[in-house]
């Protein structure tokens, strides 16, 4: 039996370049990208939850949301996500960046399709960065106990080396390389909302 896949939408970075929370800004009809992202995910997964600081909790665009906060001393996203696999470990995880406004369903879909639930994580390449892109991605539950050893006995909490180091199955080709783009300053800010 496959285990439950919820949505995590990682929004706990400090946001300095852009110099507000990327969850509030508006891309889409109105919408804050958290309230996007819920919906974009929603159809797909059981449930969605907000990976956030503590700090963030009285934010407005996050009241309502199913939060998990960070509860690892980890400064990248890896905290978020194995916060998340701590409060739900039989559960595997739909990873997407708050500062990606291009999810779109289809991308999703997309990323389902190629799903492979037998190894660690199933992910894209990066089109900007190279190798695997760990911000938009299925991490699945069995893969905690690798993760854990990997960040206790190597120190490695690079999400992007953890999915090498993990032999994760990173998809060479098949999403637009504008789905995968994140947006972290005023300026991408202000070219992607036009």
């Not at 039996?1 to 990327?22: F, Q, V």
């Not at 974009?40 to 996050?62: C, E, G, M, W």
């Not at 998340?84 to 500062?99: C, E, G, I, T």
């Amino acid at each position: 039996m496959k285990n439950p896949l919820y949505g995590l939408i990682l929004a706990g970075g400090k946001s300095t370049r852009m110099g507000r929370d990327k969850g509030a800004l508006v891309y889409h009809n109105g919408k804050d990208q958290i309230s996007y992202l819920h919906e974009v995910l929603s159809p797909f997964v059981d449930q969605v939850f907000v990976s956030i600081r503590s700090t963030q909790l009285p934010n407005a665009h996050l009241q309502g949301c199913d939060i998990i906060e960070d509860a690892r001393e980890i400064a990248s996203p890896l905290n978020g996500i194995l916060s998340a696999m701590d409060k739900f470990p039989k559960v595997s995880w739909l990873v997407v960046a708050v500062d990606m406004p291009y999810i779109s369903e289809t991308a999703v879909q997309t990323l389902l399709n190629v799903r492979k639930p037998e190894v660690p994580a199933t992910c894209f390449t990066s089109p900007v960065k190279g190798g695997p892109d760990p911000l938009f991605a299925i991490w699945e539950a069995h893969a905690k106990a690798e993760i854990e050893a990997l960040v206790a006995n190597d120190c490695i909490t690079c999400p992007r080396k953890m999915l090498t180091l993990l032999e994760a199955h990173i998809v060479q080709d098949g999403i637009n390389a504008k789905v995968l783009r994140n947006i972290n300053t005023p300026q991408e800010y202000i070219e992607a909302s036009t």
